[in-house]
């Protein structure tokens, strides 16, 4: 794949460090010429001094043949903006862009950012694991779908504990693709497969139907 | 009308007090306190303190209810952003950025905005200054 990736700060260096180890076409663009030139010696000439968000230097980087453009900056709005000009004008398929601040994942969603990505909602989503009071776990969001893998962590003394899953009061639209048990075992349940406490169920489910899936592991309201 | 207007320099003052003169309605954000100090002491709208990019200052301006968000800060990426944020967050018809660059200024005019480009906005009359035209 070529993958262009605008900003060249740790985020942007080892993303591309990554790329080019795996394979992968990779050009890195920033306006910081010493950021170019330690990139280019240490991975090759990957490296292209400019603005990112600009025109001029998208087509100079070739992103109307890139299969993906990464906006890695510190800055959200010149993430949005390279974002913006890669899919509008060059109609790159698949954008990846670094949120800064949690309040701005929304605009970027709206405005056709195939992946958002914040560190601060990695940080809470790894706190929300370590606290009792959040018993469902958000891991990912499937790309141009509603759906959502999510993990549940059943209490020892949950209602759900020693029943099968096929006694369980699911919501619809749920599956459920695995289930660690405690002991550390992988399992891929069936209707028949008991439920324990201390297991973590991941689940795949919409939005609307989480508090309901939460229920039906936990009892909790 | 109900104008929001986000950044307090030059341009951005120079609007809000020339429609502020024309009985409109006018909020004006910035994020320093300092660049209020700079409206005439007859400017009746409201300043508004904080970042104008984010959907909640925009809220407290009152941008729900604007008629037209105008994005006149210094930074293209930063107007493009705020102005989007006003029509897809809070539906604002008419949002208005300046943006310097003039590609990308064409870039936005197709997602929707009233992009004006001062770029080329000069260039043209600096070419008609010179020949005297």
Do not use: W
Request: proline letters at 5%.
């Amino acid at each position: 794949m070529y993958i262009i990736i605008v900003g060249c700060g740790k985020v942007g260096a080892a993303t591309a460090r990554e790329l080019v180890a795996t394979g992968h076409e990779v050009l890195v663009i920033d306006h910081d010429i010493d950021r170019i030139r330690d990139i280019s010696e240490e991975l090759g000439d990957i490296g292209l001094f400019g603005d990112g968000a600009e025109v001029h230097f998208q087509s100079q980087a070739g992103m109307e043949r890139a299969d993906m453009v990464v906006a890695a900056t510190g800055r959200d709005e010149t993430n949005l903006a390279v974002v913006q000009v890669a899919k509008h004008r060059y109609k790159v398929p698949m954008a990846i862009a670094r949120v800064n601040d949690p309040r701005n994942e929304e605009i970027f969603r709206v405005l056709g950012v195939d992946a958002p990505v914040s560190a601060t909602q990695a940080i809470l989503a790894h706190i929300e694991q370590e606290l009792p009071s959040h018993p469902l776990i958000h891991l990912l969001e499937f790309h141009a779908s509603d759906f959502e893998l999510v993990e549940v962590v059943v209490p020892k003394d949950a209602p759900a504990v020693g029943k099968t899953v096929s006694e369980l009061d699911l919501p619809p639209q749920s599956m459920l693709p695995l289930i660690m048990q405690p002991d550390g075992r992988p399992e891929m349940p069936g209707g028949e497969t008991v439920i324990q406490g201390g297991a973590v169920i991941l689940a795949v489910t919409l939005p609307e139907h989480e508090n309901a899936l939460r229920r039906a592991f936990t009892g909790a309201e | 009308m109900r104008f929001v207007i986000m950044g307090c320099g030059r341009l951005g003052r120079t609007v809000a007090t020339t429609l502020d003169s024309e009985g409109h309605e006018v909020s004006i954000i910035d994020f320093h306190e300092a660049a209020f100090q700079l409206l005439p002491e007859s400017f009746g709208g409201r300043t508004v303190l904080g970042n104008g990019v984010d959907k909640q200052i925009q809220a407290e301006a009152g941008t729900p209810e604007a008629d037209v968000f105008m994005a006149l800060a210094n930074g293209d990426n930063r107007n493009a952003m705020a102005a989007q944020v006003a029509k897809h967050l809070h539906g604002v018809d008419r949002v208005v950025a300046r943006i310097f660059d003039t590609e990308r200024a064409e870039v936005y005019r197709e997602l929707g905005l009233e992009a004006v480009n001062p770029t080329s906005i000069v260039s043209d009359l600096v070419r008609q200054a010179a020949f005297g035209s």
